[in-house]
């Protein structure tokens, strides 16, 4: 069981909006940057989102990234069949040491 | 080009070891850290550990910290993970990615991965 929680699956139609949470603690996301990562089938995860809400270059501003206190969300806007996809928050955590958490990640469907 | 390409797939018996090695180019090796990760199929993605370019430090998860090493040779600008006395439970495809803070996982840059699969 991942130290961050994410539902495992949400979807939309074409066009709409959905959003990923990603629940922890205060020592992960309550005191450190979330991450987000989009992982295609058979492919390595990218970068979606850094710094809780930064979008690297070529990333579309359809992404969007949130953190309130111990929780973090992901939005897809606009949502297109290219973003069926899994979706993975990431944080250092201070607990055991310190270490890098995934969350357990997110189907994303486009119905 | 901008790019970390890793070593190819490997078929290994329980209780031996895999050294995987993911060599960078196109930027400067030793300016970023190195995380690598791991994601067993069909589930969540695993950190293990990471090692900084710049002075060789390396931190482990307590998970793995008796079983994986992390190196790296800068002249020939690529890293390795090492992964010793393995098991059935350790086949998965492993990552290496390029971070830049020891404590924020930002990977921008990732590697094609590596099927490492572990089998009597």
């Known amino acids: 069981q991942s130290v961050v929680t994410q539902p495992p699956s949400a979807s939309g139609t074409f066009g709409q909006r959905v959003t990923i949470s990603c629940s922890g603690s205060?020592?992960?996301?309550?005191?450190?940057?979330v991450n987000w990562y989009q992982q295609l089938p058979g492919t390595a995860p990218k970068l979606l989102i850094h710094g809780n809400n930064q979008r690297p270059a070529g990333v579309p501003d359809r992404f969007s990234g949130s953190k309130s206190g111990t929780s973090a969300s992901l939005a897809i806007s606009g949502l297109r069949s290219e973003d069926e996809a899994e979706y993975y928050c990431a944080v250092w955590d201070d607990s055991l040491s310190g270490r890098v958490v995934f969350g357990g990640g997110t189907t994303v469907s486009v119905l | 080009q901008v790019q970390l390409v890793q070593s190819g797939a490997e078929m290994k018996k329980p209780g031996a070891s895999v050294k995987v090695s993911c060599k960078s180019s196109?930027?400067?090796?030793?300016?970023?850290?190195m995380h690598w990760v791991r994601q067993v199929p069909g589930q969540t993605l695993e950190w293990m550990g990471w090692?900084?370019?710049?002075?060789?430090?390396?931190k482990y998860s307590q998970k793995y910290q008796d079983r994986v090493t992390i190196t790296q040779d800068t002249s020939a600008s690529t890293a390795y993970m090492e992964l010793s006395r393995l098991r059935s439970d350790d086949t998965a495809v492993y990552y290496c990615g390029r971070g830049y803070s020891a404590f924020d996982p930002k990977i921008d840059l990732w590697g094609q991965g590596t099927l490492v699969t572990v089998s009597s």
């Open positions: 205060r020592s992960n996301i309550g005191r450190n940057f």
């Open positions: 090692l900084n370019g710049g002075t060789g430090n390396t």
């Open positions: 196109g930027y400067t090796f030793n300016s970023y850290t």
